[in-house]
């Protein structure tokens, strides 16, 4: 889809969300370590979570153990690195790793060919690697070579580009997968699927939620498969505060309604 779209309303009934982090929740900083989801807007997640019974997930290519720190105190269901690790309502944990030597072999291949790119920096994820250039813009067309050379050298991977990134993670794996993943297990079954995202990497997270007939936005500019757009971080973070008091709202009408019936 093209420009333009248009905000996305107030959503109010039963809803399953699910959130990417970086350039949705929050802003894009020059360093990943410098990323935080402002304390008002992490509270407001917590809150709709809670009014959902539970039904809002973190849609990452981060690890969950980066998500986890980036949303503390609050614990949510997560899926890091694009889905190839996802933690659902009971805490169970499910991964899909590469075998130990061809993560060893590939991290080789890959660090010898980013020695020359100076700028550039190699993110291992343990089943993916990241291959950032956003301090070295100018790398960015070797660092997609290498990439597709390393796909084309090892069987079994797949490339998903990113802003100033690109990723070499296993094959199959992406955020509409663990969206799909979650929408098969309580508390997401039987809900409509909402997500919120604004890369490359959320487009296979938008077909999935459009596909179940759910709500798909993009955060920003540029072509699309969503739905609705939110204009940046900041219309995001005022969505989700309006998402959340809505639901509260809803929620003390609803209460003060069965109270006046059992009255």
Request: aromatic share 6%; hydrophobic share 45%; net charge negative.
């Amino acid at each position: 889809m093209t420009d333009p779209l248009t905000v996305p309303p107030v959503l109010r009934g039963n809803y399953a969300f699910f959130f990417d982090l970086d350039g949705t929740l929050a802003e894009i900083k020059p360093h990943p370590d410098q990323v935080i989801i402002p304390e008002s807007i992490r509270m407001a997640l917590h809150q709709l979570a809670q009014q959902q019974q539970g039904a809002l997930a973190l849609i990452s290519g981060r690890s969950m153990v980066e998500l986890d720190g980036l949303a503390a105190p609050y614990h949510f269901p997560l899926a890091g690195v694009h889905g190839a690790e996802r933690r659902d309502i009971k805490d169970q944990t499910h991964i899909v790793a590469l075998p130990s030597t061809l993560a060893t072999e590939v991290e080789q291949w890959l660090t010898a060919g980013m020695a020359t790119l100076p700028g550039s920096e190699i993110e291992n994820k343990g089943m993916a690697f990241a291959l950032h250039y956003r301090q070295a813009p100018q790398h960015q067309l070797a660092i997609e070579r290498l990439a597709q050379d390393t796909v084309a050298r090892f069987e079994g991977l797949a490339l998903q580009p990113g802003k100033c990134v690109v990723e070499i993670k296993p094959a199959g794996i992406n955020k509409g997968a663990a969206i799909t993943a979650f929408m098969q297990e309580a508390p997401f079954r039987g809900r409509l699927p909402v997500f919120v995202g604004d890369d490359l990497t959320d487009e296979a997270g938008f077909d999935a939620v459009n596909a179940a007939g759910g709500i798909s936005v993009k955060v920003g500019q540029g072509n699309t498969q969503a739905q609705w757009r939110l204009a940046n971080v900041a219309e995001t973070h005022r969505w989700v505060l309006q998402l959340a008091q809505q639901h509260a709202l809803t929620d003390r009408r609803e209460g003060y309604e069965s109270l006046g019936r059992s009255i």
